[in-house]
């Protein structure tokens, strides 16, 4: 049963920064792709960034490019989402995923998700 955990979401101030983190468990992932979204309500499910386990990978929505930086902990099997310079327009519930190794963008693709974490960022 493949099980994905995030934390380190909370309330900061407009540039300034937090690190998530999602632990996986109940498989290898060597053979995935980790991702990234976030869903601010009334609005649908957005890609934020990816990684593929086994080459490191990485793809960014174009806004959070320079900001944002996806990383993986093989030996703790997990995944972490630094971000930076954070805006308002940040604010969200940020969720990890698990899909396929060529997974791309679009979160119907990917099979797994955790319960999401909340990111609130004031102006």
């Known amino acids: 049963q493949v099980q994905l955990v995030e934390s380190g979401g909370g309330l900061v101030q407009a540039g300034g920064s937090l690190r998530l983190s999602c632990a996986a468990s109940g498989r290898t992932f060597s053979t995935h792709t980790m991702g990234w979204f976030r869903q601010t309500p009334g609005k649908e499910r957005e890609f934020v960034a990816s990684?593929?386990?086994?080459?490191?990978?990485?793809y960014y929505k174009e806004s959070v490019k320079g900001r944002f930086t996806i990383s993986r902990d093989s030996a703790k099997n997990t995944v972490y989402l630094s971000m930076n310079s954070l805006e308002p327009e940040d604010t969200a519930v940020y969720y990890c995923?698990?899909?396929?190794?060529?997974?791309?963008?679009?979160?119907?693709?990917?099979?797994?998700w955790g319960q999401g974490t909340q990111v609130t960022v004031s102006s």
């Open positions: 990684i593929r386990w086994s080459s490191g990978r990485t």
């Open positions: 995923a698990l899909g396929p190794y060529y997974t791309g963008t679009d979160a119907l693709s990917y099979d797994y």
